[in-house]
């Protein structure tokens, strides 16, 4: 179940469109709860990436209850889970409501903006647009920096046609849905068989830009 921004302390269905991250400046909205969660990833057929829900982690409480069976440690021992929350946001490139992978330390510098003054961003009558910078600081993946350019996140009310299509997007929960231990030990399985290819082929589409969030 997804938590409301204020509360938050810090399997992709095939065909999902996320927000697609870009150098330089850029703006979203972000709307709806804090989905969050840990996920490992770990190799499916071709050497694809299938991220994983660390069942251990409970999503409502942002703790490691371990209520939950997590079987990834007894498949894979040496795989460690990571960060890896979700929320929805309005493209303004195209006005559509899409999942946005969050990357920790721009996360954290809305939260610290949101407790400094500017107040919760995803409220639609007084939120307001994340402004931020993008920029790439070595040649590996993940040298990148995030940074919110607080002076130009200014307060504005959605307009009629965003709080439409904030109202007709479905629920991140249902876009993410949490697995079952059955569910992944079944997967686990399969990926240690090398009987990977569908569940691959299903979960790379998503994973190609969830991967970017660690």
Same mark, same amino acid.
Do not use: L
């Given at each position: 179940m997804a938590i409301s921004f204020g509360e938050s302390k810090g399997k992709a269905q095939k065909g999902v469109e996320t927000y697609a991250y870009k150098d330089g400046e850029q703006t979203v909205r972000l709307v709806g709860g804090v989905l969050a969660r840990y996920v490992y990833w770990l190799k499916g057929t071709n050497n694809k990436d299938i991220p994983v829900e660390a069942l251990g982690f409970d999503r409502d409480k942002e703790k490691f209850t371990n209520k939950e069976t997590d079987h990834v440690p007894s498949f894979f021992p /040496? !795989?460690?889970? =990571?960060?890896s929350y979700v929320m929805?946001?309005? /493209?303004p #490139?195209?006005?559509k409501v !899409?999942?946005?992978n969050l990357k920790k330390k721009l996360f954290e510098q809305i939260m610290q903006a949101a407790q400094d003054g500017l107040g919760d961003p995803t /409220?639609? /009558?007084t939120g307001w647009d994340i402004m931020f910078r993008r920029v790439k600081t070595g040649a590996l993946a993940y040298n990148v920096?995030?940074?919110l350019q607080v002076l130009k996140? #200014? =307060?504005r009310a959605l307009t009629d046609e965003e709080r439409e299509a904030? &109202? &007709?997007a479905p629920a991140i929960d249902e876009l993410f849905p949490r697995p079952t231990a059955d569910d992944v030990q079944k997967l686990l399985v399969r990926i240690t068989t090398g009987s990977t290819e569908e569940d691959s082929e299903a979960q790379a589409e998503a994973s190609t830009a969830q991967r970017e969030a660690i």
């Open positions: /040496d !795989k460690k889970c =990571s960060w929805q946001c309005i /493209d #490139k195209d006005g !899409k999942p946005i /409220d639609p /009558d920096e995030y940074t996140c #200014k =307060s904030v &109202a &007709a």
